[in-house]
């Protein structure tokens, strides 16, 4: 009989094979490796947010982007207004359980500051199908310096658990080809 107190019989404290111990470093190894990434990611990687991040009161910022969308507005889809600022302006957007506000329309091959921030909880800020993931934490305003390369309806999903509606929490982002600007009115055909 065997219990747990006394040495089990066999051959197990024999040493490891060359094979296994080789295994075993090239892992270690390749755990430095992946270690070592993490910081060199962050201060070489062009992954980085590029923008200004500052802190900011939630209801100021709540009140600078219903001013935003009073400026802009150019139209209602489903009770959310719709709005299209000015090429190469600062966006607002707002993340609020469970909902993203406004709808953008921006322009295809224009830089923006798009400031998102949220006046709840944090919320994850996912544009899809694009590979686009932001943590939008309350109180502080990511100034994100963004260019839409391509012309289309992204969707916004929320990416952060925030409660019962977290599920429901989408949002839209229309890009527009260059030539169909409204608010500039270029090239558009007669
Ligand atoms: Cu907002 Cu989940």
Redesign the pocket.
């Known amino acids: 009989m065997h219990t747990g107190v006394e040495s089990p019989q066999g051959v197990w404290w024999k040493p490891a094979h060359r094979a296994e111990r080789l295994w075993v470093i090239i892992a270690f190894v390749w755990c430095m490796v992946l270690f070592a990434m993490m910081p060199l990611w962050h201060l070489r990687g062009a992954q980085n947010p590029s923008g200004i991040r500052a802190k900011v009161d939630p209801q100021a910022y709540m009140a600078r982007t219903l001013e935003f969308i009073e400026a802009y507005q150019v139209g209602e889809e489903n009770g959310f207004p719709v709005v299209e600022p000015p090429p190469g302006s600062d966006v607002y957007l707002v993340?609020q359980?469970?909902q993203w506000r406004p709808v953008l329309r921006l322009q295809e091959g224009v830089e923006y500051t798009l400031h998102i921030s949220?006046v709840d909880?944090?919320?994850?800020f996912s544009l899809y199908p694009v590979n686009l993931n932001f943590q939008?934490v309350p109180g502080y305003d990511y100034g994100l310096r963004v260019t839409p390369t391509e012309a289309g309806d992204f969707r916004i999903i929320?990416?952060?658990?925030?409660?019962i509606?977290?599920?429901l929490?989408l949002g839209k982002v229309e890009v527009i080809p260059a030539t169909q600007s409204a608010s500039t009115g270029e090239g558009v055909a007669q």
Do not use: L
């Open positions: 993340a359980m469970w949220s909880v944090n919320h994850g939008i929320c990416n952060e658990f925030c409660g509606g977290h599920h929490m």
